[in-house]
């Protein structure tokens, strides 16, 4: 999608700190942090949130999910334990429309969330 944010990182067209790349997936540092570790972990394919992620049925789902426990291993946060998260929609407070799993972790995290 040429006017996308994350299409635009994905494609290296504008600045991320970037953990891990895997062949379908790119994770970077969240711009505004909420955690210690706060990681974006995102397709490269664009899919507009989690349910057309889950919809597009080719396994891409399963990736994204892998790479994010594989961001929480490198990041030192898989124990005790981190959060993933995908806000879905503007009443979640989604504000970017290409699907992204927030890994947060390295700090207590209270559930349930605000
Ligand atoms: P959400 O509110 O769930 O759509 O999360 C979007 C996140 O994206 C938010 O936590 C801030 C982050 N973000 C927005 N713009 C940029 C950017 O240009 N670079 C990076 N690394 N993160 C960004």
Redesign the pocket.
């Given at each position: 999608m040429t006017d996308c944010?994350?299409c635009k990182?994905v494609a290296r067209q504008?600045p991320?700190?970037i953990v891990l790349e895997t062949g379908r997936a790119l994770a970077?540092?969240?711009?505004?942090p909420?955690a210690p570790t706060?990681v974006?972990v995102v397709p490269k394919a664009h899919h507009e949130n989690a349910a057309a992620l889950a919809a597009a049925d080719d396994g891409l789902a399963d990736d994204l999910l892998t790479a994010c426990h594989a961001v929480a291993v490198q990041e030192g946060v898989a124990e005790p334990g981190y959060r993933v998260?995908?806000?879905t929609g503007t009443g979640?407070?989604?504000?970017?429309?290409h699907v992204?799993a927030?890994v947060l972790g390295g700090r207590s995290l209270t559930w349930p969330p605000g």
């Open positions: 944010l994350f990182i504008i991320a700190d970077f540092r969240d711009v505004n909420q706060h974006l998260v995908f806000n979640a407070g989604q504000t970017v429309f992204h927030h």
